[in-house]
């Protein structure tokens, strides 16, 4: 089962174990993870599942998608060359470690 490790803003770490095919979004809102509060259920409506991917992992991820690119013009938080919605984010074996901080606040 591939694992992500969301960090908070206070650097505290959140190791979550996901089923493969899901998105970090519905990983994180599974077990609970505080700072991703996915308001529209991971429909890429909102922004309140906004992550900044660990810069070794970026290169990794596909594209990202106009859509979200403008989702993310509206974040609550700063928006980073790293910024991206977990919702967006499919969980494979290939991103077993992935490494995820979440901002200081979504809304």
Not at 14 to 22: A, Y
Not at 23 to 40: D, F, K, N, W
Not at 77 to 105: F, W, Y
Request: aromatic content about 2%.
């Amino acid at each position: 089962m591939p694992a992500i490790i969301f960090i908070h803003a206070d650097g505290k770490p959140d190791r979550v174990e996901t089923s493969g095919g899901e998105s970090a979004m519905q990983a994180a809102t599974r077990h609970g993870v505080e700072g991703i509060l996915a308001e529209c259920g991971g429909n890429a409506m909102c922004a309140t599942c906004h992550v900044y991917v660990d810069e070794s992992w970026l290169a990794r991820l596909p594209a990202i998608a106009d859509d979200e690119v403008a989702l993310l013009d509206g974040t609550a938080a700063e928006r980073r060359p790293n910024s991206r919605l977990s919702c967006q984010i499919t969980v494979t074996s290939e991103l077993d470690g992935l490494v995820l901080r979440l901002p200081e606040r979504q809304i």
